[in-house]
């Protein structure tokens, strides 16, 4: 073996043990290269080694750290849904609204929210941009930018797709009340009611409402928690159904945090493509990244315009402005002449203050503080489940995101531990809203966007004792 791949394994082995934990940050080339006696060219092949295969990974600016290591729980794929499921009538909307009522009970643990928390991003910088934005803001632009949007944020964000080597013009990008008004109007723009819309199983239950709002069916394609959509499935099920759209996340899918590899973005592209079948790509996760760079979204693999591509600052800047946007391709026209019949416009005074704060260059350095400790947060909840939650709990530990996709043990009923642990001051996100067919009893979604704390640990160990609750009836 080569000094580097002795050094590589030597880590590693650390790793595995558990001598190294997820989250530790390595020591500095440097400092590796005057404690092992090699040089720095060695600490840093072996480091490369290490990042190829998944054990640690580099910040920008802050070193390598660890992102691999033993996970005691071990990961469960989906369940297996019938390769050609039948068309759904979907109707959610009611259970959906019942479960998100008890997350915004005040001082609950939100572990069922869909948010990160607040506190994790720039308030005072934004207000302050948004205070100097307002009093030097153009009477007319309120007016200017009625349809599109404001020209600089559009701007900003086409040079956003420019830095991962995508062209999209900014006259392209329609500036929208947040990623789920982008997303509403891409479905209105491909679909009349009576249709069939291909969709994930399972799958963001945003989705599944506009599906039921708007009047049309839905055809559930099952996929994997770490691969993402099954294609096979996905192309029998357009063969025998003819979807008018599919509606896909690409990169760490809500609720699994699946993400597709550029091979499989491309095959994905390549069978809209063959079927002529647009795809609403949603794609509010990229820039929650755990890697060393952001996932490319499908769109950056589609040369006729069939990928509609979604994404917002809800998730990573700034939830209450409520600014995001779409770059629809070829529906481009159709969705901006929907946007001004519906909505109209998205608030100016916030478009502009997010086009000034993107235009000053703090928004990259907030996102690796954000995305730090994200990572954090998710080895913190893996090991709290690993030590509270009873043995036959399987879960998801994804590359990005803010979920833990959690399969409870054989008989827990999701549906009944949420009403338990709202009674117990504890949100969850139980797995029948994910599914038009009430699928994924058995499961349910965490979110580790909020800052850890005691309180957070104590609502984890209240809900494994739950969950040992539900299941002691079956092991008496």
């Keep these: 073996m080569k000094l580097y791949e002795q050094l590589a ?38 480091y490369y080694l290490l990042e190829a295969r998944g054990l640690i990974t580099a910040r920008e600016r802050s070193g390598y750290f660890v992102t691999g290591g033993a996970v005691n729980i071990p990961s469960s794929p989906a369940p297996i849904i019938q390769a050609d499921p039948q068309l759904t009538q979907v109707d959610v909307s009611e259970l959906v609204f019942q479960v998100l009522q008890s997350i915004r009970v005040k001082n609950i643990i939100p572990l069922g929210s869909a948010f990160p928390s607040p506190l994790l991003f720039p308030r005072a910088n934004l207000a302050r ?96 928690p770490k691969d993402g959509i099954d294609l096979d ?27 597709l590899s550029d091979d499989k973005k491309k095959a994905l592209v390549a069978l809209i493509t063959k079927y002529q079948v647009p795809l609403i790509e949603d794609d509010v996760y990229s820039e929650l990244y755990f890697g060393d760079k952001r996932p490319m979204p499908a769109k950056a693999f589609d040369t006729q315009g069939l990928v509609m591509h979604c994404s917002s600052f809800s998730k990573c800047l700034a939830p209450g402005y409520r600014v995001g946007w779409v770059a629809p391709g070829q529906y481009t026209q159709l969705v901006e002449r929907l946007k001004l019949t519906t909505t109209i416009s998205t608030s100016v005074p916030s478009q502009i203050a997010l086009g000034k704060y993107l235009q000053k260059g703090g928004y990259d350095k907030h996102l690796r503080s954000l995305r730090h400790t994200l990572l954090v947060n998710q080895i913190k909840f893996v090991e709290a489940i690993e030590r509270y939650f009873p043995a036959g709990t399987c879960l ?30 504890i949100s969850i996100a139980p797995g029948p809203i994910f599914s038009a067919q009430r699928n994924f009893k058995d499961y349910i979604r965490l979110n580790y966007g909020h800052i850890w704390d005691a309180q957070i640990e104590a609502g984890l ?7 040992r609750h539900l299941l002691s009836p079956q092991l008496k």
């Excluded at 030097?136 to 007016?143: C, G, K, L, Q, V």
């Excluded at 160990?461 to 969950?467: F, N, P, R, S």
Aim: hydrophobic share 45%; proline share 5%; aromatic share 4%.
């Design 9 to 46: 394994d030597s880590i590693a082995q650390s790793i595995q043990e558990g001598v190294l934990c997820r989250g530790d940050k390595l020591p500095s080339v440097r400092h590796a290269s005057t404690s092992r006696h090699v040089s720095p060219s060695t600490v840093l092949e072996a």
């Design 129 to 224: 941009t948004m205070a100097s934005s307002v009093q030097s803001m153009d009477p007319w632009a309120s007016i200017d930018t009625l349809s599109t949007g404001d020209a600089n944020l559009r701007r900003q964000i086409a040079l956003r797709y420019m830095m991962d080597g995508l062209h999209v013009a900014a006259d392209e990008i329609i500036v929208t009340n947040g990623a789920l008004d982008a997303l509403n109007l891409c479905l209105m723009a491909v679909t009349r009611p009576g249709d069939t819309v291909l969709i994930e199983s399972p799958t963001f239950y945003a989705a599944l409402q506009a599906i039921e709002r708007i009047g049309l069916r839905a055809i559930e394609v099952p996929s994997h």
């Design 233 to 259: 499935a996905m192309e029998r099920a357009i063969q025998r159904h003819k979807p008018k759209a599919c509606w896909i996340m690409t990169n760490f899918q809500n609720p699994l945090g699946s993400l």
């Design 396 to 425: 998801t530990v994804p590359q990005g995101g803010y979920f833990l996709w959690v399969k409870l043990p054989d008989g827990v009923d999701a549906l009944q531990l949420h009403h338990l642990a709202a009674a117990n001051g």
């Design 461 to 467: 160990a209240t809900l494994g004792k739950l969950v």
